[in-house]
């Protein structure tokens, strides 16, 4: 029998510093999927979905690309509009995970960093959630120093977010993160340890 990686999907909401323990894995040597920068890259310069976004919302790009806050002020709060705008980024998306996996086939394990697994139904391509949390004023004074973020935009991108106590409950491992980064770094070694020694289950 081929043995493959194990495929740990590790999520949580806005501010509950993911990046960060997705860097933790990376450090550990663990090859890591991130759904958002493979987003970046194919909406950036030359792209390969500019032109698709930009006939579906005229006026969202240009020589950089997409425009993030014009793109982003077109479908905030429009159903139809984030719907569509999902249709033409999941599947382009799911081509760059499937060429990830092709790439590091032998590895122990992965990770997939996607921040909405839950929201997405893609909890069910991965052999083990981590979700990632912390309290939520912790979470809100994080965001809220982000570049051009605002409590109602906050509020607007929570709104589309499972809350973080349903991941939490629908997870397998929970890596709180408003300790310390010593605290993090020993969880996320902790996961690792836990793969490694194949506990799956």
């Known amino acids: 029998m081929t043995s493959r990686p194990v495929i ?76 569509a705008l999902e249709a033409i980024v999941h599947p382009a998306v799911g081509a760059e995970r499937a060429a990830f996996l092709a790439r590091h086939a032998d590895a122990p ?19 083990k959630v981590v979700v990632v949390s912390a309290a939520p004023e912790v979470q809100r004074a994080r965001t809220l120093q982000r570049p051009g973020m605002t409590p109602a935009k906050f509020d607007a991108i929570l709104a589309r977010q499972l809350p973080d106590a349903a991941k939490r409950a629908r997870a397998d491992v929970v890596i709180p993160t408003d300790g310390s980064l010593d605290a993090t770094r020993a969880a996320v070694r902790d996961v690792i340890a836990c793969v490694t020694r194949g506990e799956r289950g």
């Open 8 to 83: 740990i999907g590790l999520t949580g909401s806005i501010g509950m510093g993911k990046s960060t323990v997705a860097g933790m894995f990376a450090e550990q040597g663990v090859p890591v999927f991130d759904a958002d920068a493979a987003v970046h890259r194919l909406q950036g310069p030359g792209g390969a979905l500019v032109a698709a976004i930009e006939a579906r919302f005229p006026g969202t790009t240009g020589a950089e690309g997409v425009d993030r806050a014009a793109l982003g002020a077109a479908v905030l709060g429009d159903e139809a509009a984030m719907k």
């Open 109 to 127: 394990m992965l990770v997939f960093d996607v921040p909405l697994l839950f929201e997405t139904g893609g909890e069910g391509a991965v052999d």
